[in-house]
């Protein structure tokens, strides 16, 4: 059995209502956030339907409906604004970071940083509801109650940024850590690593990662060493620094604080996956392993999928758009040899229609590790004619 027999993979095309209520008549949009609670409900907040400009500050709640696993999936959409007895509610952004609790009980989500206001730069650090714009430091959601709670922090603060990436997990000795990486500030872009101790609100700056510094590049929280399984590494690929970026993958190991690069080939191939930036990359989690030609086991750990692979013309900037990706990979990982490789995904889809190529979308995944399954959400972003997408796709990528 070939390597790539040994998987499915499917994209399903989600319905979505029409949202009504308040600033957020229109799904469409780019730059967003996107997080699921459970495998069949997310929210989406923020993004951008014309450029520099924010759309609502409203959040999305979208649930998804029962249907059969070969056709297309129906949803209900929640828009929850604020309302006039809340203390504390998120301005409208663009470019932030949001993620959900690494404690799937608390069903909460995590904000930060972004880009808005009238001169769209990043969002200032602000400690006083009476200052313009309000309080801005770390953001908390409640999705049972509808409440958002902005929490003080402290420590080696981060500069605030819009197209940074964070990751949220829960670390082997039970610490819910935050961590965030790269992005833009007012001038430039980083490469600097904060994590966030989510009990204590102190922050701790970490390494640098390997430059260049860059934005629009995605940190995936993956599966450990075989020594410490249970202590999730950070891996990254892809970015932009005046260019798109591709290998070598960047991994940080928190029990080691270091980075370590890894150039990754295409299995078969003697070929990287194309450069590209504001991509999609998440964990991949599966109790069964790949076998491959030669018989050796390699576990799956993360999907690299989508994004931009060549920027739009200097003159334009974030006002125009470029070329775009399709493609998807299975990040795969050998203890044996300690290597890692990618592998091509050919996913059908239902009626033979997939999404479009696109760059700047929201996007999560959940995945069920016993049943070796992960499902991809993707929501909007922008394609090669310049517009906002408003379409939702579910990817499920399942070992057979």
Same mark, same amino acid.
């Given at each position: 059995m070939s390597i790539q027999s040994q998987l499915s993979a499917i994209w399903r095309p989600i319905i979505l209502p029409k949202a009504t209520s308040g600033a957020t008549s229109t799904l469409q949009r780019s730059s967003q956030n996107l997080c699921l609670v459970s495998p069949t409900c997310f929210?989406?907040?923020?993004?951008?339907?014309?450029?520099?400009?924010?759309?609502? *500050? /409203?959040?999305?709640?979208?649930?998804?409906?029962?249907?059969?696993s070969s056709s297309t999936l129906s949803s209900e959409v929640d828009v929850r604004a604020k309302s006039g007895s809340e203390s504390f509610w998120p301005r409208p952004r663009v470019g932030a970071c949001m993620t959900r609790h690494p404690d799937p009980a608390k069903r909460s989500l995590i904000l930060w940083g972004g880009r808005g206001g009238k001169d769209m730069a990043p969002l200032p650090y602000s400690s006083s509801q009476e200052e313009e714009g309000g309080k801005e430091d770390?953001?908390?959601? =409640?999705?049972?109650?509808? =409440?958002?709670?902005?929490?003080?922090?402290?420590?080696?603060?981060?500069?605030?940024r819009s197209y940074g990436t964070a990751a949220s997990v829960r670390s082997s000795d039970g610490r819910d850590i935050l961590y965030v990486h790269a992005g833009c500030p007012s001038k430039g872009r980083l490469g600097t690593l904060h994590s966030l101790d989510l009990s204590t609100n102190v922050w701790t700056q970490l390494p640098d990662a390997p430059g260049p510094a860059r934005g629009g590049t995605v940190l995936?929280?993956?599966?450990? $060493? $075989?020594?410490?399984?249970?202590?999730?590494?950070? @891996?990254?690929?892809?970015?932009?620094?005046?260019? &798109?970026?591709?290998?070598?993958?960047?991994?940080? *190991?928190?029990?080691?604080?270091?980075?370590?690069?890894?150039?990754?080939?295409? /299995?078969?191939?003697? =070929?990287?996956?194309?450069k590209r930036s504001v991509h999609g990359f998440v964990p991949f989690k599966s109790a069964k392993k790949f076998v491959t030609d030669k018989g050796e086991e390699? +576990? %799956?750990?993360?999907?690299? !999928?989508?994004?931009?692979? =060549? %920027?739009?013309? @200097? &003159?334009?900037?974030?006002?125009? @758009?470029?070329?775009?990706?399709? *493609?998807?990979?299975?990040?795969?990982?050998?203890?044996?040899?300690? +290597?890692?490789? !990618?592998?091509?995904?050919?996913?059908? $889809?239902? /009626?033979?229609?997939?999404?479009?190529?696109?760059?700047?979308?929201?996007? *999560?995944?959940? $995945?069920? &590790?016993?049943?070796?399954?992960?499902?991809?959400?993707?929501?909007?972003?922008?394609? /090669?004619?310049?517009?906002?997408?408003?379409? @939702?796709?579910?990817?499920?990528?399942?070992?057979?």
């Amino acid at each position: 059995m070939s390597i790539q027999s040994q998987l499915s993979a499917i994209w399903r095309p989600i319905i979505l209502p029409k949202a009504t209520s308040g600033a957020t008549s229109t799904l469409q949009r780019s730059s967003q956030n996107l997080c699921l609670v459970s495998p069949t409900c997310f929210y989406l907040f923020g993004g951008e339907l014309k450029p520099r400009t924010p759309v609502g *500050d /409203e959040v999305v709640k979208v649930s998804l409906k029962p249907t059969p696993s070969s056709s297309t999936l129906s949803s209900e959409v929640d828009v929850r604004a604020k309302s006039g007895s809340e203390s504390f509610w998120p301005r409208p952004r663009v470019g932030a970071c949001m993620t959900r609790h690494p404690d799937p009980a608390k069903r909460s989500l995590i904000l930060w940083g972004g880009r808005g206001g009238k001169d769209m730069a990043p969002l200032p650090y602000s400690s006083s509801q009476e200052e313009e714009g309000g309080k801005e430091d770390l953001w908390v959601y =409640q999705t049972e109650t509808n =409440q958002w709670d902005c929490k003080s922090t402290s420590g080696d603060k981060p500069e605030m940024r819009s197209y940074g990436t964070a990751a949220s997990v829960r670390s082997s000795d039970g610490r819910d850590i935050l961590y965030v990486h790269a992005g833009c500030p007012s001038k430039g872009r980083l490469g600097t690593l904060h994590s966030l101790d989510l009990s204590t609100n102190v922050w701790t700056q970490l390494p640098d990662a390997p430059g260049p510094a860059r934005g629009g590049t995605v940190l995936a929280a993956i599966s450990g $060493s $075989s020594s410490h399984p249970t202590e999730k590494l950070l @891996a990254r690929w892809g970015g932009f620094c005046g260019e &798109e970026i591709g290998g070598p993958l960047d991994i940080f *190991d928190p029990l080691k604080s270091s980075w370590s690069s890894h150039k990754v080939l295409i /299995e078969g191939t003697l =070929q990287e996956p194309p450069k590209r930036s504001v991509h999609g990359f998440v964990p991949f989690k599966s109790a069964k392993k790949f076998v491959t030609d030669k018989g050796e086991e390699k +576990e %799956g750990v993360a999907v690299l !999928f989508m994004g931009e692979g =060549q %920027g739009a013309p @200097a &003159e334009l900037g974030h006002d125009g @758009a470029g070329k775009f990706l399709e *493609d998807i990979y299975i990040l795969l990982h050998s203890s044996d040899s300690d +290597e890692y490789t !990618f592998l091509k995904v050919e996913p059908s $889809s239902i /009626e033979g229609k997939g999404p479009e190529p696109r760059g700047w979308f929201a996007f *999560d995944s959940w $995945s069920d &590790e016993e049943e070796g399954s992960t499902r991809i959400i993707i929501h909007g972003g922008l394609h /090669e004619t310049n517009e906002r997408l408003s379409d @939702a796709w579910l990817l499920e990528i399942k070992l057979v």
